[in-house]
């Protein structure tokens, strides 16, 4: 009805609605600074109008919502880059501190040992029947495996601070799963309830926001406003108002190694972003550098071991190994079901090693068969007897009942290689068994054998490489990865920062935005007011009518 009653009722909507109005935008302005806040505003939308006398009359204007101003597509890529930074991140960190533990700068690397130790061999060619060659020989082999030993510690000591840090962000992430599910009833409580929950959304925001730091996920909300989360290609971490924690187990196969775990599943290969990937990738990177290392020691034990074993010392000895043999290594994997367990195992002839790494493979309780893991192919195969040795490429093997045969699908992991480096040792302590003759006839002079030794520095021992080519190699893998991870790290950083300005864009506080809007909806309230004033004039003047 158009009356002045009417005309007082529509002033004093939009007086409170501009009043409402302004407290969102004192909210904005209040927390423009606050990290993961989304900017929100008033909708306002007319109030039902009312027909009068023919004519549609309005009736003032309702503040409808209070939305928030969010770009869920920038936001989604967002989080992508930002997991991607991470993981780039933690990659350039660790293969920096892997490059490190190679550094051969001040000269006492392997590099500058191994040089050292052939070098010797001459330096007792030159003066075969002298002592003093002889024991500077041994304290320089002695500095050489004190390296490898150094450089397998080191690198075990990162992998476990590595795996250290895999298990801390896996507890991160159940954390913050646990509090993404408390907020989805919370927002839900809300939300069904007729309100709008925009700062608990924005907390939970920034709880996926940090989340995907740590791991890639994937969010999806559904009509009741929860969301659920999901990592490695669907492995669920949170539904709705339940949280599912991801665990962090030593690999059965290889104690080195961790392996992630969501719903049952190993899920280190289906990651795709976040510390986390970078923390499971490099751990894979830092356990094939061992092996490398492992086999470049086992390799250079081998080769010394034959030649030295050939030649006659000062003292008439022959067949003396300079280095102590590497351990053979047979570990039944976790899934076996028999009832077997090795006995004994040992090296029987070093030219017939390859150091490649095998599986012995049951067939049933009476046959297996013996696979080289690098070329898969089967090596060896027989009939078991419990106590029986079983040998292939230099190697055997004695597997017992205790007290029960071997299940079909039983396997041992074999290998002559690993730990190498790590339990690398001069077995000789006698200066005077170094063997630089090549007969018993020629002493003490014959320097024939300690030249062979010497020559063994330019052989092609490993793997098609020489023993310094082969570290170098390593060396230069590793430089070249820390540099490639530097790379992309400086790249994804401008890229995170470019989407991060796009979501600010459109989410973010802007103070001058805010401060026109707020002028705005200041002189909004002041016509407001002064329609107000000017009815309540018109009452004055009709209530002085006489």
Do not use: C, W
Not at 44 to 72: C, H, K, W
Not at 336 to 346: D, F, K, L, P, Y
């Amino acid at each position: 009805m158009a009356t002045l009653n009417a005309a007082l009722d529509v002033a004093k909507t939009a007086l409170f609605a501009a009043q409402k109005a302004i407290t969102v935008t004192s909210h904005n302005i209040a927390n423009s600074s606050t990290e993961g806040y989304t900017r929100q505003r008033a909708v306002l939308e007319a109030s039902e109008p009312l027909i009068y006398g023919g004519l549609m009359f309005g009736t003032g204007v309702n503040v409808a919502s209070v939305q928030r101003v969010y770009d869920s597509f920038s936001t989604a890529k967002y989080r992508e880059a930002s997991s991607s930074l991470s993981r780039f991140e933690a990659d350039e960190e660790l293969l920096k501190r892997l490059e490190a533990v190679f550094n051969d700068i001040n000269g006492s690397g392997a590099l500058t040992y191994m040089d050292k130790f052939f070098n010797g061999f001459q330096n007792v060619a030159n003066n075969a029947p002298s002592y003093t060659e002889r024991a500077q020989l041994l304290s320089t082999a002695n500095s050489l495996a004190d390296t490898f030993n150094n450089i397998a510690s080191e690198l075990e000591k990162n992998l476990s601070g590595l795996n250290d840090d895999i298990v801390t962000v896996a507890g991160q992430i159940n954390t913050l799963s646990g509090q993404v599910a408390d907020l989805n009833l919370r927002i839900a409580g809300f939300e069904n309830s007729g309100a709008a929950a925009n700062d608990l959304r924005d907390k939970r925001d920034s709880i996926l926001d940090m989340m995907s730091e740590y791991v890639s996920i994937s969010v999806v909300e559904s009509d009741t406003g929860a969301v659920d989360v999901s990592i490695a290609g669907g492995s669920m971490i949170v539904a709705g108002v339940k949280s599912s924690a991801i665990k962090v187990l030593k690999n059965s196969d290889d104690p080195l190694l961790y392996d992630v775990i969501a719903n049952g599943s190993v899920i280190n290969s289906k990651i795709t972003g976040g510390r986390l990937k970078g923390l499971a990738e490099t751990s894979e990177y830092y356990r094939d550098t061992m092996d490398r290392v492992d086999r470049l020691a086992a390799h250079l034990i081998k080769e010394v071991n034959m030649q030295h074993g050939s030649g006659y010392g000062l003292d008439g000895s022959t067949g003396v190994e300079f280095f102590s043999a590497p351990t053979v290594l047979a570990l039944p994997s976790a899934s076996n079901t028999g009832g077997t367990a090795v006995s004994s195992a040992a090296i029987d002839d070093y030219s017939l090693l390859t150091f490649d790494d095998y599986e012995i493979r049951f067939l049933d309780a009476a046959s297996y068969i013996v696979v080289d893991s690098e070329t898969k192919a089967v090596v060896s195969s027989g009939a078991y007897s419990s106590g029986a040795a079983i040998t292939f490429d230099g190697m055997s093997f004695t597997i017992e009942d205790t007290p029960y045969p071997p299940a079909s699908g039983d396997v041992y992991g074999v290998s002559a290689a690993s730990g190498a480096a790590k339990n690398f040792s001069v077995a000789l302590t006698d200066a005077l068994k170094i063997a630089a003759s090549g007969s018993s006839a020629g002493l003490p002079g014959d320097n024939t054998n300690a030249l062979l030794l010497t020559e063994l520095k330019a052989k092609a021992a490993v793997d098609g490489a020489t023993f310094s080519e082969y570290y170098r190699s390593s060396l230069s893998d590793a430089a070249i990865a820390a540099s490639d991870a530097g790379t992309k790290h400086d790249a994804q950083q401008k890229i995170t920062e470019e989407l991060k300005n796009l979501k600010e864009s459109a989410s973010g506080v802007s103070l001058e935005e805010e401060a026109v809007n707020l002028i705005k909806l200041q002189k909004a309230f002041e016509a407001a007011a002064r329609v107000i004033s000017t009815v309540n004039e018109m009452y004055d003047a009709l209530l002085n009518i006489r």
